[in-house]
């Protein structure tokens, strides 16, 4: 049985195997101007298929590279990202909202602050749905995009699928209330990778993630502070989610921990790779970014290929 991909949604990384995350990101590679030299004109791929993007909580690269990726296919975009200005600001339930955004596009794309709800979404639409976010829970296309960044920088191009064995990623920051690392973590437990977690307590990796880790036997450590000697291929930073606290004192007396101010410089100069998802409040010093193994928005560029490759996939396009 091949790998199919039509008709299905996008909400939980547990729902892709190995196989299948591989399959997703070499398919992105054929959408991505560093892999394919002539220019493939793939912009006839989904032409006459609609986009809805539903965005119940603010986004700029997400929301924009949804966008970008679907136009780039020919698709068109219908959406909201102001939930204010529809119909919900009158009352509407949010079953009626996907009901009715599912009847006039081919794909949702939705971003919503409560964990869950892009399942509950696809429980109701029949196209496929696609989660770009929900709450603290996951990010799924994000952590495409991250694996796909790690696979194009950790090695020469011809170690194809084996390219992540044998690296050690660093997470560190808010692990946990980013869903971006949630879903990362799962990921990279299909492959032989050494995960570190470095965070204050508080916001440590939450217990559900570190059990599926265990069940694989997938090598971590969980440390309090940056070792001075770390040693790592990439170093994955994060933004405290200032939004996911209940207690803002709580929020202040922390978020200022795990920052990388610009003495970090001899990390990338020793080879560790510098991602973050953005957007960065503080957490990365911008004298850092010139650095070529700075890689965050080389990372972000990443998100439209993954984009495109997806939504054609999900469309039974390529
Ligand atoms: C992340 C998110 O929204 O979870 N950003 C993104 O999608 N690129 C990370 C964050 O907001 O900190």
Not at 20 to 44: C, H, W
Not at 274 to 280: G, I, K, Q, Y
Request: overall charge neutral; glycine content about 6%.
């Amino acid at each position: 049985m091949g790998i199919i991909f039509k008709s299905r949604d996008i909400i939980d990384i547990n729902d892709f195997s190995k196989e299948e995350l591989l399959f997703i990101l070499k398919t992105a590679r054929k959408f991505d101007p560093e892999y394919v030299k002539k220019d493939r004109s793939n912009y006839t791929i989904a032409q006459g298929k609609i986009a809805a993007l539903l965005f119940f909580e603010p986004s700029t690269r997400t929301e924009q590279s949804f966008k970008s990726a679907a136009q780039k296919i020919g698709m068109g975009i219908i959406g909201f990202d102001d939930p204010e200005a529809t119909s919900i600001h009158k009352g509407e339930s949010f079953s009626d909202t996907i009901r009715i955004m599912n009847s006039y596009a081919d794909v949702l794309i939705m971003r919503h602050p409560e964990s869950g709800a892009a399942g509950k979404a696809a429980d109701v639409a029949d196209i496929p749905v696609i989660n770009a976010g929900d709450g603290a829970n996951q990010h799924p296309t994000q952590t495409m995009l991250d694996l796909y960044t790690m696979m194009k920088e950790a090695g020469p191009p011809s170690r194809e699928a084996g390219r992540l064995d044998g690296i050690t990623v660093a997470l560190m920051g808010d692990l946990k209330y980013g869903r971006t690392v949630h879903a990362l973590s799962i990921a990279l437990s299909h492959f032989k990778v050494k995960q570190i977690f470095i965070s204050h307590p508080s916001l440590a990796m939450p217990a559900e993630f570190l059990q599926i880790l265990d069940k694989r036997g997938v090598k971590y450590e969980q440390l309090d502070q940056m070792p001075s000697d770390l040693q790592a291929d990439f170093l994955y930073q994060t933004r405290v989610q200032k939004e996911r606290f209940k207690n803002l004192s709580e929020y202040k007396k922390i978020k200022d921990k795990f920052v990388l101010d610009a003495s970090f410089k001899k990390f990338l100069d020793r080879g560790v790779k510098l991602m973050h998802a953005l957007p960065r409040v503080n957490e990365i010093d911008p004298s850092l970014d010139a650095h070529p193994n700075a890689i965050y928005f080389a990372q972000a560029r990443n998100g439209l290929y993954i984009r495109e490759a997806l939504l054609a996939l999900v469309l039974g396009r390529i």
